[in-house]
């Protein structure tokens, strides 16, 4: 039997390591009283103010993964920095789908 090559064993990994946190998790020092005041808001909110949250959100990933791909391939272009996110973006989306 052949053992996986680098690149097999480092996406194994990168898979493994995608499995997020749960919200419990990440809050382990929030008391119950804390986080039960915290989700009645989540769920008393408007429409239009969660909306705004999840642009906010969205945008900050956005920059974020920008960042990390000025830092891999400094000498791209804006042009090629944006061909990149799209690939990181809808390569994640197909993957979720089952989609190559």
């Known amino acids: 039997m052949e053992t996986p090559g680098i690149e097999q ?8 390591e995608r499995t997020p946190p749960t919200w419990r998790q990440m809050h382990l020092g ?25 642009q906010r959100l969205h945008n900050a990933a956005r920059r974020l993964a920008l960042v990390g ?10 042009e090629e920095l944006m061909q990149r996110l799209a690939n990181l973006i809808y390569r994640e989306k197909r993957a979720r789908r089952g989609r190559p």
């Open 9 to 16: 064993q480092t996406e194994q990994g990168r898979e493994e």
């Open 30 to 54: 929030t008391s119950p009283r804390t986080e039960a005041l915290l989700f009645q808001r989540y769920r008393e909110a408007p429409a239009w103010k969660k909306l705004r949250q999840m």
């Open 69 to 78: 791909l000025r830092a891999r391939h400094p000498e791209a272009s804006e």
